[in-house]
């Protein structure tokens, strides 16, 4: 599964992407600011996601609403958490991976190969 992780405080990328990876997932950041190219980034990363996770302590209200939008409109699941540590995400991880249709978990090639 790749998931777009929108917001959050950006010191913590390494944690999530290493546990993700842990579960046979990807994960894209994005800090949620819309300036420059902002909008440009998020869209891409929507774009490319299974889920959309939006973080909306440390979150500019244009980031979030922006994903938010974004993922509806391409019909993604968009799970709004006010925060998400490493714990939550774990548990977030394992919700996530029960609850998504299995072609969308087949997009991930770790997960499809160890479902052979």
């Avoid at 790749?2 to 010191?11: A, D």
């Avoid at 909008?39 to 891409?44: I, K, S, Y």
Wanted: glycine share 12%; net charge positive; proline share 3%.
């Amino acid at each position: 599964m790749h998931i777009g992780l929108i917001g959050g405080i950006e010191r913590g990328t390494h944690h999530y992407e290493t546990l993700a990876a842990e579960g046979g997932h990807t994960v894209e950041i994005h800090s949620g600011h819309l300036a420059g190219r902002g909008v440009d980034t998020l869209e891409a990363i929507v774009e490319r996601a299974d889920v959309v996770v939006v973080i909306t302590d440390v979150n500019s209200h244009g980031g979030m609403w922006a994903a938010r939008r974004l993922a509806k409109s391409r019909g993604l699941p968009c799970v709004l958490v006010r925060r998400l540590g490493i714990s939550r995400f774990r548990t977030l991880l394992a919700e996530l991976a029960g609850q998504l249709p299995a072609k969308a978990l087949a997009r991930t090639p770790a997960l499809a190969v160890s479902g052979i």
